[in-house]
């Protein structure tokens, strides 16, 4: 149970938490409560190792877990002197671009405790900060006496559970970087050998430690929900958790290739190592810890960065296989065939038409090695008449959505960059899919100083680095980003907010080039808002309308392809537009599937920049129902999925306001529907509704529902 506090409770709080600890420990062990008490931090220094412990409702969750850092000329790990103790408060809130909600409240107590080695008097910060949804702590480095650069060799940062408790991970060091299934198992499980048992066969050469990807999730016994990440990747290498058959974890920083963590230079703070802790599971969505860890906008003028739904010529490649990327007869990004697309578009009020093919570099072995032709980032392909297509694109009031995939050949893209944005610029272009295929694990070619081939990781410092350099010189041509294959979402957004939305996770995609058998399962997206997408947008591409006989054995074979039939219904497609958040949603079917259906109504519908969200229930692995106010108007949307079992959910209207009346639009599957029986089968209603009423959504396995609510006026 929260217990809330006025203003002047919460500071005497903080200050006589501290004080306590102060009094009693002279300088080695301090601890400080989160403003609304739920949350206490404990900070020992003990015979030289810095150590902390969190408590949820008075309960230890994380127990005495060590911190430092290991650099080839310095030592902070051992042997630490804390200097000194400084704490205060912070109070504030500031408005976000676009987001889930409008307003972030940034409240939280801040320890900072300065340490030295013992033995060579080298300086180091660990700054803490306590929000009411979280810890996140930090190492700061500043310049060492007689030390210019310097490698990092390993951040001893443990995150202790007090608890072995079921967890939801992905694994790091894997071909396909963070495009895998969740497995669901108790920390002390979690390897390699057991998700190859349970999601996907992983056996064989392994290069890298036993390590899973952040958001790592955990759910405690007593429903308490816990979520590691980091906030703020920038100038360092990702953090993943290297998992030792306990319930103890440990930061593992993706290495360079030849070994080292880090490469620094000068003063270094890491990013923020975060822990977001919610009471129940439906708390952990919400969380703004990740963005309120991160530096306000840097953007002077942010006019033109457009929240909004996209159509593309995307999935007439990726899913139904009618069309190609390269050339050759069935080449998709025609003139004539994109036109189509702008028609359609521009008819139904869509903001952008993503093109993927229109340029040079996809004929030679582009997929999936980093070894392919290098693509053209201002080269339109001889099909694709981009002056013709730019002007049609204005006179019809939508814009082309462009598309970056660099099959990883990193280099060759930073030499064109500033063209390629120019061009996007040039052309009408405000927003940009990039892309990163390469499905080898190491295998990121780098040239060294030398001029030989370094081998990296997708995740290290070299590529968290290279992403940032895009997306700046994209802010300078006022462009934003939709990056795929993307380093993870650390709360970037909030500094730079051209970076809209990313993959980071398995797509709709897999629905499309896997077959069934590998199909994302029923259960994917009501995991996902748990775990990547925890104050992160994502561009998922829901939308698919034709879920099962819709993809051809090839563009010249004609013939239904009976092995795709995407786990998912045509109401539980609607309803991911409300529980999955990205300011830029595409509406991912081809337009013929749509044409006609009344249910297309809700993506015309739907908008993507929110007032004000809130979970109204939530299970793991279970299901969702998220519920958002529209920014621009008094309408709220609700979005109710469920995995592979059928539910029943009762729901309160208290989000409505008081007083009011709405009409309500209610999509959803017939009773005896759900992914495998009717996904394509929706029933359309309309109802009346009020603050106090109550809802009972109904869920066939597999199935979701979506409903708009508009004011009647008064
Ligand atoms: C993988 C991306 O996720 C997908 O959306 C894109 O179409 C292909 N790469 C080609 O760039
Ligand atoms: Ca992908």
Redesign the pocket.
């Known amino acids: 149970m929260k217990i809330k506090f006025n203003d002047l409770i919460k500071s005497l709080l903080f200050i006589t938490v501290l004080t306590i600890f102060n009094s009693c420990n002279v300088g080695r062990f301090q601890g400080f409560s989160s403003h609304d008490g739920s949350l206490m931090l404990t900070v020992e220094n003990h015979n030289g190792m810095l150590t902390y412990s969190l408590s949820k409702n008075e309960k230890v969750i994380i127990e005495n877990s060590r911190l430092g850092i290991k650099a080839d000329k310095f030592d902070l790990s051992d042997g630490l002197k804390a200097i000194t103790w400084d704490s205060k408060d912070h109070e504030g809130k500031w408005t976000q671009v676009w987001g889930e909600q409008k307003e972030v409240e940034d409240n939280y107590g801040e320890m900072l405790v300065s340490l030295k080695s013992n033995k060579n008097a080298f300086k180091m910060n660990v700054r803490f900060r306590l929000f009411d949804d979280g810890l996140g702590f930090r190492y700061e480095i500043p310049e060492q006496d007689g030390i210019d650069s310097y490698n990092i060799l390993d951040e001893i940062t443990e995150f202790n559970f007090a608890e072995d408790s079921p967890s939801w991970w992905i694994p790091a060091y894997a071909y396909r970087r963070y495009e895998f299934l969740y497995a669901n198992t108790l920390i002390s499980e979690i390897s390699r050998d057991k998700f190859s048992e349970l999601v996907e066969d992983l056996t064989g050469p392994r290069i890298g430690p036993e390590a899973v990807h952040t958001p790592f999730t955990t759910q405690r016994e007593d429903g308490i929900a816990i979520a590691i990440h980091e906030a703020n990747l920038a100038n360092y290498s990702s953090m993943t958790l290297k998992a030792n058959g306990t319930k103890n974890m440990e930061c593992d920083l993706m290495p360079w290739s030849d070994g080292t963590k880090v490469k620094a230079k000068g003063a270094l703070n890491t990013p923020w190592r975060t822990i977001i802790v919610g009471e129940t599971a439906a708390d952990l969505p919400l969380s703004t810890l990740t963005l309120n860890l991160n530096e306000p906008n840097k953007l002077e003028n942010t006019d033109w960065i457009k929240p909004g739904k996209y159509i593309g010529l995307?999935w007439e490649?990726?899913g139904t296989n009618q069309s190609t990327?390269g050339s050759g007869p069935h080449h998709g990004a025609q003139t004539e065939r994109v036109k189509e697309y702008i028609d359609f578009g521009s008819k139904y009020g869509f903001d952008g038409v993503l093109v993927?093919g229109w340029n040079t570099g996809w004929d030679e072995n582009w997929?999936c090695t980093g070894d392919g032709e290098n693509f053209g980032f201002y080269e339109p392909h001889p099909e694709f008449d981009n002056e013709e297509i730019a002007e049609y694109a204005w006179k019809n009031g939508i814009r082309i959505v462009g598309?970056h995939?660099t099959g990883t050949q990193i280099a060759n893209y930073e030499s064109q960059l500033d063209s390629a944005f120019a061009y996007c610029r040039k052309n009408g272009i405000r927003v940009v899919?990039t892309?990163y295929?390469n499905d080898g694990s190491k295998n990121i070619k780098r040239i060294d100083e030398d001029g030989n081939v370094q081998k990296e990781w997708h995740h290290g410092q070299y590529m968290v680095e290279h992403f940032r350099k895009v997306l700046e010189t994209a802010a300078k041509y006022e462009v934003s980003i939709v990056v795929?294959?993307p380093i993870k979402d650390t709360g970037l957004r909030r500094t730079y907010p051209n970076m809209v939305s990313r993959?980071g996770a398995r797509?709709q995609?897999f629905n499309g080039f896997m077959p069934i058998d590998v199909h994302n399962k029923p259960d994917h997206t009501t995991i996902l808002p748990f775990t990547r997408l925890i104050c992160a947008p994502m561009d998922y591409?829901s939308g698919i309308f034709d879920l099962k006989d819709y993809r051809y054995n090839s563009p010249d074979d004609r013939t239904i392809n009976t092995n795709h039939h995407i786990p998912s219904t045509i109401s539980k497609e609607l309803a991911h537009y409300v529980v999955i958040y990205a300011p830029i949603q595409m509406a991912a079917d081809l337009p013929e599937n749509y044409k006609g259906n009344p249910a297309f109504q809700f993506i015309l519908d739907v908008p993507t920049d929110w007032e004000e969200t809130k979970i109204l229930n939530g299970e793991i692995g279970k299901y969702i129902t998220t519920v958002r106010k529209d920014r621009n108007s008094d309408d709220w949307y609700l979005g109710s999925i469920t995995n592979e079992n059928a539910r029943r959910l009762d729901v309160q209207m208290s989000f409505l306001e008081s007083g009011k009346e709405y009409n309500a639009t209610i999509y959803k599957d017939p009773i005896d529907g759900g992914w495998e029986a009717k996904p394509e089968e929706v029933i359309i209603s309309n109802v009346q509704f009020k603050q106090d009423d109550q809802y009972t959504v109904e869920l066939p396995p597999g199935g979701g529902q979506a409903i708009r609510f508009t004011p009647k006026s008064q």
């Open positions: 995307w490649m990726i990327w993927e997929c598309h995939e899919k892309g295929v795929h294959e993959e797509g995609e591409t």
